[in-house]
């Protein structure tokens, strides 16, 4: 079985810009998980979809977004880019059984400059 | 709300001495724990959960954690480390969302 990927790997964009990056979730998984991992930080979690609906959002503003597809892969959209976006951003899908564990893929690494 | 706190930022250890890294959760409910690590430049793979059976967990490369729920801790433990086991070291707590809340991470580094 497939695991997660993410695309692109590495990304360079200017302020204001915005970005989409994309997420394919591992096989049989139905929901995806977005998390921000700046430097030398933990992952915090952006939001949840399951199912193509979002279930469940973090402390981040409108400006992240996002989208699950029939096939249960993901994008991420973040619009007017800021020097505090870069950052590791991480994808994570599972099975909806409560509590299993999250696969994740090997992130995109965003430079906002 | 959950919450996670991680014990020393950066822990050297000499190869083949113990590893110990320290955890401390925050949660109204029972929890469920997660360890996870990170090597550069790349994601997160999990090393080991606990979801509310044995308390003494066992995970992959030879490390296991214990559930004290007393000390409100999940402390990770490797009884021989390797120099592969360099790497960035995450403990979690999971809502009943699915939601991971991570701690600030810690840094292993192991010393030939």
């Known amino acids: 079985e497939t695991g997660v990927t993410q695309s692109p790997t590495h990304l360079i964009k200017t302020r204001g810009q915005q970005v989409t990056l994309r997420c394919s979730s591992q096989s049989g998984h139905n929901t995806v998980s977005w998390y921000q991992q700046a430097l030398g930080q933990g992952p915090q979690f952006i939001f949840q979809y399951y199912r193509e609906e979002e279930n469940g959002r973090g402390n981040f503003p409108p400006r992240f977004s996002g989208l699950q597809f029939p096939n249960y892969s993901s994008e991420l959209n973040v619009n007017a880019l800021e020097l505090d976006d870069s950052a590791l951003y991480l994808c994570a899908s599972r099975t909806d059984t409560v509590n299993t564990e999250a696969f994740f893929g090997q992130g995109t690494r965003l430079t906002v400059v | 709300a959950q919450s996670v706190t991680q014990l020393g930022s950066h822990v050297s250890v000499s190869e083949g001495a113990l590893v110990l890294l320290r955890c401390n959760y925050s949660s109204s409910v029972p929890p469920y724990l997660f360890w996870y690590v990170q090597y550069p430049n790349q994601g997160l793979q999990l090393l080991l959960k606990y979801t509310s059976a044995a308390t003494l967990v066992k995970g992959i490369n030879g490390f296991e954690a214990e559930f004290k729920k007393s000390e409100t801790s999940f402390h990770l433990t490797k009884p021989s480390a390797h120099m592969s086991d360099a790497a960035e070291y995450f403990c979690?707590?999971?809502?009943?969302?699915?939601?991971?809340?991570f701690g600030q991470g810690t840094t292993l580094q192991v010393k030939p």
């Open positions: 979690a707590v999971s809502e009943h969302t699915g939601k991971l809340i």
